[in-house]
């Protein structure tokens, strides 16, 4: 059973960072994007992805960021573990951050439990 164990959520003061982990553990049938979304108000947005690309032997990955976070937010990936690492918050980064899976095969779509970031002063 493939689970997403995401940490390293909490509550900081604007301008500070935070770094949120997703482990992904079970069998997964290759990993092609690993993402982050923030929970609003009846939906989730998308924060930040990183896909993996490969064209016979060769091998590379590409991000993409919501423009609200461009500049402040980079997203990587070690493995079977995406990061989030988050600078410079603003109290409007405050949410509910959920990693999401998408596999090669099957693109079969998996979610984290979601864990809490709240920027405030």
């Known amino acids: 059973q493939v689970q997403l164990v995401e940490s390293g959520g909490g509550s900081v003061q604007p301008g500070e960072s935070l770094r949120l982990s997703c482990r992904v553990s079970?069998?997964?049938?290759?990993?092609?994007?690993m993402a982050w979304y923030r929970q609003a108000p009846g939906q989730r947005d998308l924060v930040a992805g990183i896909s993996s690309e490969v064209a016979g032997i060769r091998s590379a990955s590409s991000t993409d960021y919501a423009d609200s976070v461009k500049g402040r937010f980079i997203i990587s990936r070690d493995g079977v573990t995406a990061y989030l690492q988050m600078n410079s918050l603003k109290p409007e980064d405050t949410g509910v951050y959920y990693c999401?899976?998408?596999?090669?095969?099957?693109?079969?779509?998996?979610w984290g439990q979601g864990t809490q970031v709240t920027v405030s002063s």
């Open positions: 999401n899976l998408i596999t090669i095969i099957g693109s079969q779509n998996f």
């Open positions: 079970g069998q997964v049938l290759g990993i092609s994007r």
